[in-house]
Structure formats: C-alpha cells, structure tokens
T-cell receptor, first 115, second 115 residues
Framework: SAVISQKPSRDICQRGTSLTIQCQVD?????MFWYRQQPGQSLTLIAT?????????ESGFVIDKFPISRPNLTFSTLTVSNMSPEDSSIYLC????????????FGSGTRLTVV | DAKTTQPTSMDCAEGRAANLPCNHS???????VYWYRQIHSQGPQYIIH???NNETNEMASLIITEDRKSSTLILPHATLRDTAVYYC????????????????FGQGTILTVHP
C-alpha cells in the first residue's frame, strides 16, 4: 500500500497569511485528492490533482483560495491563501492505492488553526 | 455514487460484536459497498468492500442483503481501539472491485466501545 507523508502536521497561523501543505507519496500515483475536515464534521473534497494538468475543484472551492501544485507523480501541495478563522480545519491528502488494492490511503492530516 | 444512510452513533461493549448498519436502497448493479473508519486525529482507513457476497478479512466482516439495499459491517470482538467514525460509501468499481476517482464521505456512524 502507498505511504503518505504530510507536512506540517499542525500549525497556528495569523489571519491574512498563507500556508502551504505538502503531501509526499512513496509511489507514483495518477490522482491525488485534497480534503478539508472542519471541526466535528465529515470530510469534504476540495479538489483532485492530476500531474501535468490543472486541478479540478469541487463546488464551493476556488483556485485563488486553494491553489494546488502537482509537479510530479509523487508530490502535491495545497496552499490555503489569505486565511481567516473559518479556514481552521484539518486538511488531508489522499491517493488511490491502485489496481488490485481497493482502498484509498490518507495522510495523517494537517491541523490548521487561524487566529 | 448512491446515497447511504447510517445511524449517527452506536455503543458497544468491549469484547462484543459491533454491528454497524448502512442503507443504500438506490444502489446500482455496478456499485460496490466500501467501509472506512476514522480514528480520532487520524486520516480515514480502508476496512473492507463487497459487491453482493459476504466478505471477511482480518479487520471485519461485511454482510450485504440479497437485494443489496443494505449492509452491515461486523467487528467480531470490538476493542477500545475500535472507537471511531465508520463511513459506508457506495461507488462504481471495475470487475475487480477497484474504484477510481474522488471519494465522497457522508456523516458516518460514531462507534463508541466502552469497557
């Protein structure tokens, strides 16, 4: 199964600033997914990142607020821009494990607090 | 993906079987049932999946009704470490059970295992 390293694990940021979250996978994957989990809520998909193309954003999420990079098949970043306290959440990246391995693997998440 | 309905919360005594139900009455023929769980402060973890036959692995058993409109995840001997949010997800997969693309989470069932 894939192993995901997500950094940072947590951060406290000032409003108006930006934070970039990194997701490193130990094997090549086609798609990477970024989720947000607000306090006490389920996971909500932010966007899908394919290598070599623009990320596909879900309804309610825009590139200006959550720019994503996908420079190669093992790495992606999500930036939370111009942060406000409402952005305080856990952000998780995920990958498909691949053919023959049915579940998706998730990173351990980045716990973001905006003050 | 077909909509699923799960109870908000359930309790279980340690050492007893935990039976978590899921309704998916609009499931279509090529949709599989997947279960994930999220232990506090961790990313979701794949548990098991099935199409129409009952399935068992080292973590759990999955019982799917004959009409496939509902299923039950069984943790045969629940431990305190099984306390988590359990998500039932229905989605299209290939003949081997491998699915691709984004994964959509509902609210899940909060399972609390008590001593």
């Amino acid at each position: 199964s894939a192993v995901i390293s997500q950094k940072p694990s947590r951060d406290i940021c000032q409003r108006g600033t930006s934070l970039t979250i990194q997701c490193q996978v130990d094997s090549q994957v086609t798609m990477m997914f970024w989720y947000r989990q607000q306090p006490g809520q389920s996971l909500t998909l932010i966007a899908t990142a394919n290598q070599g193309s623009e990320a596909t954003y879900e309804s309610g999420f825009v590139i200006d607020k959550f720019p994503i990079s996908r420079p190669n098949l093992t790495f992606s970043t999500l930036t939370v821009s111009n942060m406000s306290p409402e952005d305080s959440s856990i952000y998780l990246c995920s990958v498909e494990k691949g053919s023959g391995n049915y579940g998706y693997t998730f990173g351990s998440g980045t716990r973001l607090t905006v003050v | 993906d077909a909509k699923t309905t799960q109870p908000t919360s359930m309790d279980c005594a340690e050492g007893r079987a935990a039976n978590l139900p899921c309704n998916h009455s609009t499931i279509s023929g090529n949709e599989y049932v997947y279960w994930y769980r999220q232990i506090h402060s961790q990313g979701p973890q794949y548990i098991i999946h099935g199409l129409k036959n009952n399935e068992t692995n080292e973590m759990a058993s999955l019982i799917i009704t004959e009409d496939r409109k509902s299923s039950t995840l069984i943790l045969p001997h629940a431990t305190l470490r099984d306390t988590a949010v359990y998500y039932c997800i229905v989605r299209v997969a290939d003949a081997g059970g491998t699915s691709y693309g984004k994964l959509t989470f509902g609210q899940g069932t909060i399972l609390t295992v008590h001593p």
